[in-house]
């Protein structure tokens, strides 16, 4: 699978923004997927994840109720709605999808080595 994110740019603090990430192939609904990111100087670290039918999700607690991530598998897209934004959430974000025999569990891993696929990332810029 490829991935394709997009929907990154500059906000002001307390702003919100949805990034997409658009999967090629016909089994997009066969992968788990996650939302990366990375801010400079920093590890790439996890901030949300879904399961292959989007009926389970998780959100790292630094992102905890200021984000949503969804899917829509008849579009082959993964969501990552964020609001009230902070500088601290400045970085760039990558999606990720695990391969499909490992999708078929309800866990969601947090660990960057989890993931078999990765999209080129777009750069969120929070000003204060």
């Known amino acids: 699978v490829q991935l394709q994110a997009s929907g990154g740019g500059l906000v002001q603090a307390g702003g919100s923004l949805r990034l997409s990430c658009a999967a090629s192939?016909?089994?997009?609904?066969?992968?788990?997927m996650g939302w990366f990111r990375q801010a400079p100087g920093k590890e790439r670290e996890f901030v949300a994840g879904?399961?292959?039918?989007?009926?389970?999700?998780y959100h790292a607690d630094s992102v905890k109720g200021r984000s949503t991530i969804s899917r829509d598998n008849a579009k082959n897209t993964v969501y990552l709605q964020m609001i009230s934004l902070k500088p601290e959430d400045t970085a760039v974000y990558y999606c990720?999808?695990?391969?499909?025999?490992?999708?078929?569990?309800?866990?969601?891993?947090?660990?960057?080595?989890?993931?078999?696929?990765w999209g080129q990332g777009t750069l969120v810029t929070v000003s204060s």
């Open positions: 192939g016909r089994t997009f609904s066969s992968y788990a």
């Open positions: 879904t399961t292959w039918s989007g009926g389970r999700t």
């Open positions: 990720a999808a695990r391969e499909p025999l490992n999708s078929r569990s309800s866990y969601i891993p947090t660990d960057v080595l989890s993931y078999s696929y």
